[in-house]
C-alpha cells in the first residue's frame, strides 16, 4: 500500500461543474498537506496548503483536511478548461514529502 | 522575484558515464529537496538539505547517487556510472524552512542512453 493514495482517474467534468478530487495517507503523523496542479511536461505548481482539520478556500479552490479519517480533498468550483491537468496530493512529515501519483482532471467544453 | 531554477533543462548521456544536475533555490529558502519523476508517477523523494546538510537522504536508490549543498544555496546532484532505468525528470524544490511550502523548478530531463 502506497503511504499517499490518490485515484488516478481520469476525471471528467463539464465546465461550470465542481470537481471533487480526494487523497488518503497512512502516516498518522502528518503535520502539512499540500496540493500541486501539474500540467503535461511541466514541473508541479502548488494550488493549497493546509495544516489543520477543517476547510480552506482559495477562490475557486478549497480543500478539506480530516486527519482522523486521514482524508485530504480538494474541490474546484466552476471548473474551467484550464483546470485540466493532473492534481497531486502531497503530505509532509518531519520534513519530507511524500507525494502521490496524481488524478488527471479533464474538463470539457 | 526569481523562482527556482535548475540546469541543464535536459541532460543525454550514455551508459556508464556520470552526470551533474544544478539547482539554484530562492534566495532565503533554508531547505532544499530533490525528488524524481517517471511518467505517470508523482514525484519520489530523495533527498533533503536544511542549510548545507542533508537532513534525510533515505531516497537516494543507492551509493551511485549523492547530492551536495556546501554554501546552504546551490545544490548539486551527482549520478555515477548512470543506468538506463535513471532517466526521469529530476525536479528540485526549495522552501523557507523546513515543512514549509515547496516551490519547484522547472525540472532537468534526464535520459541515459
Known amino acids: 500500500q502506497k503511504e499517499v493514495e490518490q485515484n488516478s482517474g481520469p476525471l471528467s467534468v463539464p465546465e461550470g461543474a465542481i470537481a471533487s478530487l480526494n487523497c488518503t495517507y497512512s502516516d498518522r503523523g502528518s503535520q502539512s498537506f499540500f496540493w500541486y496542479r501539474q500540467y503535461s511536461g511541466k514541473s508541479p505548481e502548488l494550488i493549497m496548503s493546509?495544516?489543520?482539520?477543517g476547510d480552506k478556500e482559495d477562490g475557486r479552490f478549497t480543500a478539506q483536511l480530516n486527519k482522523a479519517s486521514q482524508y485530504v480533498s480538494l474541490l474546484i468550483r466552476d471548473s474551467q478548461p484550464s483546470d485540466s491537468a493532473t492534481y497531486l496530493c502531497?503530505?509532509?512529515?518531519?520534513?519530507?514529502?511524500?507525494f502521490g501519483d496524481g488524478t488527471t482532471l479533464t474538463v470539457k467544453p | 522575484g526569481a523562482g527556482v531554477s535548475q540546469t541543464p533543462s535536459n541532460k543525454v548521456t550514455e551508459k556508464g558515464k556520470y552526470v551533474e544536475l544544478r539547482c539554484d533555490p530562492i534566495?532565503?529558502?533554508?531547505?532544499l529537496y530533490w525528488y524524481r519523476q517517471s511518467l505517470g508517477q508523482g514525484p519520489e523523494f530523495l533527498i533533503y538539505f536544511q542549510g548545507t546538510g542533508a537532513a534525510d537522504d533515505s531516497g537516494l536508490p543507492n551509493d551511485r547517487f549523492f547530492a551536495v549543498r556546501p554554501e546552504g544555496s546551490v545544490s548539486t546532484l551527482k549520478i555515477q556510472r548512470t543506468e538506463r532505468g535513471d532517466s526521469a525528470m529530476y525536479l528540485c524544490?526549495?522552501?523557507?524552512?523546513?515543512?514549509?511550502?515547496?516551490?519547484f523548478g522547472p525540472g532537468t530531463r534526464l535520459t541515459v542512453l
Open positions: 524544490a526549495s522552501s523557507r524552512y523546513t515543512g514549509d511550502t515547496q516551490y
Open positions: 502531497a503530505v509532509n512529515y518531519a520534513g519530507k514529502s511524500t
Open positions: 493546509i495544516y489543520s482539520n
Open positions: 534566495s532565503g529558502h533554508t531547505a
